[in-house]
């Protein structure tokens, strides 16, 4: 498996909210006011825009059929 950081930029906005919502799912469940666990796209695109967030992408390697 291959990984790659980077900066995240505008585009990746989408799918860093909906990872971060599915991720923060039980905070939520518990009603616990944490607001990571509650953002939405103007949080997110105000976080790429205004600091420095690393985005981590996990590619699957290709395994050798056996």
Excluded: C, G
């Amino acid at each position: 498996m291959a990984e790659t950081i980077r900066l995240a930029m505008v585009e990746d906005a989408s799918k860093i909210l909906d990872v971060s919502l599915r991720a923060y799912k039980p905070i939520r469940d518990l009603n616990i006011k944490f607001l990571a666990a509650t953002a939405d796209i103007q949080l997110v695109l105000n976080n790429i825009t205004r600091i420095h967030m690393f985005w981590r992408k996990i590619i699957p390697s290709l395994l050798p059929s056996q």
